[in-house]
């Protein structure tokens, strides 16, 4: 359990630097949508297009919570490093969004776990709710920002038109739209009942609040020392493999 537990963490620290450019100053003005209604919002929507990151199969699920003005977003996705593995999995990273400003919906804060510089801005650009949304996040650090820009579909698949539109409403806001990735939604593992047959890993505020992590952080030694050993003990079996090889190799060539 808290070697799944580290794995989660290692995981989350790892996708917390991508999926975000870096820029100095502070965060641009984004004119948030107009008349927009959350309610409309909520459910599971398709990533397609996302800024810089190398993960598949990401999806978007906006829930109520108990308190008013408050929303829940799940992302799930194959995470890129495990995405290596022939491990099959989920990841999902969950996260809460509140509305400042109930006169403005469509600009919001969101609230992930691990998230050290804090809260991040979350606005709604566009959407018409049964197809297509664009969505911009911004983050203050010390002397800088970092942004990241995504465009979601209700379908796996989102027609040109509405592609090509969303792209052109983020540059509008300083979005380089080279700097989105295109986010592969096919052999994506079923989800029937909402988990895969694998590891789910799940990182929410709950399960990965101030306590847990130090305990977590307390027992990492032992883990990171099993990878290490794992790690050689790998690459002692492909140097012997080789070296069969090559060994092999000479000996009939001197026949």
């Given at each position: 359990m808290?070697r ?12 917390y630097?991508?999926g975000?450019?870096?820029?100095l100053?502070?965060?641009p003005?984004?004119?948030?949508m ?5 309610n409309k ?5 398709y990533?397609i297009?996302?800024t810089s990151?190398a ?23 194959q ?5 290596l ?5 989920d ?9 400042p400003?109930p006169?403005?919906?469509a ?11 804090g ?10 709710y049964?197809?297509y949304?664009?969505?911009?996040t911004?983050?203050?650090l010390a ?10 579909s209700?379908?796996?698949?989102l ?5 090509d539109?969303?792209?052109l409403?983020l540059?509008?806001?300083?979005v ?5 990735s295109?986010?592969?939604q ?6 029937p009942n909402?988990?895969?047959e694998?590891v789910?890993i799940?990182?929410n ?12 952080v ?5 883990v990171i020392?099993?990878?290490v050993?794992?790690v050689v003990e790998?690459?002692?079996?492909v140097?012997h493999?080789?070296t069969?090889?090559?060994k ?8």
């Amino acid at each position: 359990m808290h070697r799944l537990t580290v794995l989660g963490l290692l995981l989350a620290f790892t996708g917390y630097a991508i999926g975000h450019t870096y820029h100095l100053g502070a965060c641009p003005i984004v004119e948030p949508m107009s008349g927009f209604e959350m309610n409309k919002m909520l459910g599971v929507w398709y990533v397609i297009q996302k800024t810089s990151t190398a993960s598949h199969c990401i999806t978007y699920n906006f829930t109520r919570t108990a308190e008013p003005g408050t929303f829940e977003i799940e992302q799930v996705s194959q995470h890129f490093i495990l995405g290596l593995t022939p491990l099959d999995h989920d990841y999902r990273y969950k996260g809460v969004l509140t509305v400042p400003d109930p006169a403005v919906p469509a600009r919001m804060k969101v609230r992930f776990p691990l998230s050290v510089a804090g809260s991040a801005s979350y606005t709604v650009l566009a959407t018409d709710y049964n197809q297509y949304a664009a969505i911009f996040t911004c983050q203050k650090l010390a002397f800088a920002h970092r942004r990241s820009a995504t465009i979601l579909s209700r379908t796996k698949e989102l027609d040109k038109i509405f592609v090509d539109k969303m792209r052109l409403k983020l540059a509008s806001f300083g979005v380089d739209p080279y700097d989105l990735s295109i986010i592969s939604q096919s052999e994506c593992p079923g989800r029937p009942n909402g988990a895969t047959e694998g590891v789910d890993i799940n990182i929410n505020p709950d399960t990965f609040s101030t306590h847990n992590i130090g305990q977590v952080v307390r027992k990492t030694g032992g883990v990171i020392a099993d990878g290490v050993e794992y790690v050689v003990e790998a690459g002692k079996k492909v140097y012997h493999k080789v070296t069969d090889s090559w060994k092999s190799k000479k000996c009939i060539s001197s026949l």
